[in-house]
DNA sequence: CTGTTAGCGCCTTCAA
DNA sequence: TTGAAGGCGCTAACAG
């Protein structure tokens, strides 16, 4: 490859020029800048930012830290963050943590081995690997899930009021024992979805009884075997409220796998959008987020902040959306 | 940050000697070893990958350059991408081209400007781009998509043979006027299983005019734009064929929309599987595609041609599969 | 406006 | 087995 060095002695200029004029900073008189655009087309240069970012000590990468982007979920809030990325000048690097904090915390190492300029991390529980980023003074956005004990820019939804409306709509349509499969215990978004819940519960005159309450993995195969357990109870529910969408699928297919009737025999309201949630037989009645926005908003908070390393912390809290659909009301 | 000088002098020997420790390469005495290990945990020393890149003149990064991470096929391919690749020490870029060369062909710039160890590319169509990385003797391998008129390593499904399946089994179900929404001209899976379809049709004796072929471009919109095309034409078709999986949803929402029944009206077959396709109102006839293996695979090739750059190209082609479900049989 | 020079942090020959 | 020293390619002071 042909070198920063290789271009001036073409150009019949200093390297310095080269740079200057590659990087558009001071002037350059035009004769020059000609000679050297020329002479970087000639020899087919392109600068090695390896080099440029050691010099400059900072890189132009994002690691986004998420549990699985085969939940579309997190699939368009990457989505979101790569589209603002892109633009100010940043490639993502996708980590898969598996809901794993160990698997987290190697990602966490190596975004700081790799000097990444920025996070966005949507935390399996334990605030520690966020804690690391934040005294090694790496930019960092939480998303989705909150950081509990650290201050750190967020953007979330309101998990609670999403939760309480879903579960409330359940209510008004004549469902009684109203159960909730929600999801890990140390992730906040479970914790307050299935707060949300029970609050709904509350002001509906309803009971709450634990029996009526799972926690499951926020996967396909927990929303089965949760829902498959509430219908195995000794008092089972009439109706359910999913707190994500992959473990709503999972107890769909449960229910129609065990001939259970839906909406009829027990009503069905998932939190998060499911793709093609309206061809789906019933068509499910959902929470719906803005995902695509939560990534566009911690994108923007990140640049935000690495352009601006000491201003206070912010959240931003984007609203939820009822989708009513059929699978709801009997 | 503390560098790996702060660490020698500390543990009182030299930067080599911390380098050796830090990558198990020579031996070096225990007692030494001991004081670098005790000197790195109190300064909380990290390598700093840009400089140890720079000076091994290689990285651990793999760009992934697909059309659309949105799209659940590509999803389940860059998962298949990420799990092989972080067990290899590379982490993954993702990169969206949008089916834009132009987008495409920044990324391609952004991979040979940060020396990315690899690249895994879903083209986009022209295989200028594919030809710079290779040029530069960068590792490619193709994925999903073929490059046309070079020589480069490609993990590829049987999209003709898929296709063919497909249009067959309207055909057997008593379909005759089957028609074919397939994708853009320039990607060579539209292409091909475009020519499934036309020789499934000649094979079962029926027609294939080209009033009955729409040509979209892979997305929900395109698919539903191209079926109410396909019902507005004089003669409409009794059964459909849609060439990936968005098209397919795009298509059925079309024909939810107008009321038009399926299976009984029209018949319906997709390419690429459907998350939740089980679940729809009909469930869906699709032809499978091994996602997950086919990033796998890429990765696999990837990491052996890093390893043997010379040896040459190799072409995997992986098996579809037809899931009969609703939407097909009347 | 342009060139010279030092050094970002690390690894790796080379010599001891 | 260990240390000294050079240089990966680039940019940013500093001179001129």
């Given at each position: 490859m042909a070198t920063i060095y290789d271009v001036a002695q073409r150009a019949q200029v200093s390297p310095a020029t080269v740079s200057r004029v590659l990087n558009g900073q001071a002037t350059v008189d035009p004769d020059l800048a000609a000679r050297v655009q020329t002479a970087v087309r000639d020899l087919n240069y392109r600068p090695n930012s390896v080099a440029r970012n050691l010099r400059r000590s900072r890189t132009t990468l994002w690691a986004v830290i998420i549990s699985d982007v085969g939940n579309p979920f997190f699939t368009a809030l990457v989505r979101g963050v790569e589209d603002v990325g892109q633009r100010a000048g940043y490639s993502v690097v996708l980590c898969n943590s598996d809901e794993d904090p160990a698997k987290e915390a190697r990602y966490v190492t190596a975004a700081l081995e790799d000097q990444m300029a920025g996070v966005i991390i949507s935390s399996s529980g334990r605030s520690a690997n966020v804690q690391r980023l934040i005294e090694a003074g790496t930019p960092v956005v939480a998303i989705d899930r909150q950081i509990s004990g650290?201050?750190?820019?967020?953007?979330?939804?309101?998990?609670?009021?999403?939760?309480?409306?879903?579960?409330?709509?359940?209510?008004?349509?004549?469902?009684?024992?109203?159960?909730?499969?929600?999801?890990?215990?140390?992730?906040?978004?479970?914790?307050?979805?299935?707060?949300?819940?029970?609050?709904?519960?509350?002001?509906?005159?309803?009971?709450?009884?634990?029996?009526?309450?799972?926690?499951?993995?926020?996967?396909?195969?927990?929303?089965?075997?949760?829902?498959?357990?509430?219908?195995?109870?000794?008092?089972?529910?009439?109706?359910?409220?999913?707190?994500?969408n992959l473990m709503t699928v999972g107890a769909v297919e449960c229910l129609v796998d065990r001939g259970v009737a839906i909406p009829a025999e027990i009503g069905v309201v998932g939190f998060d959008e499911i793709p093609g949630a309206r061809l789906f037989r019933p068509s499910l009645t959902t929470i719906a987020q803005p995902t695509y926005e939560l990534g566009r908003t911690a994108a923007t908070l990140l640049a935000e902040r690495i352009a601006e390393p000491d201003r206070p912390p912010s959240t931003v809290t984007l609203q939820t959306d009822l989708k009513i659909r059929e699978s709801s009301q009997r």
């Open positions: 650290t201050r750190v820019d967020s953007v979330l939804v309101d998990n609670e009021h999403g939760a309480e409306l879903a579960t409330a709509h359940l209510a008004e349509h004549g469902y009684r024992r109203i159960a909730c499969i929600t999801g890990p215990r140390t992730v906040s978004t479970a914790v307050q979805r299935l707060r949300g819940y029970q609050r709904a519960l509350a002001a509906a005159g309803l009971e709450a009884p634990d029996s009526l309450v799972r926690h499951a993995d926020f996967r396909e195969d927990g929303g089965y075997a949760a829902m498959a357990s509430l219908l195995d109870a000794g008092d089972p529910p009439d109706a359910v409220f999913a707190a994500n």
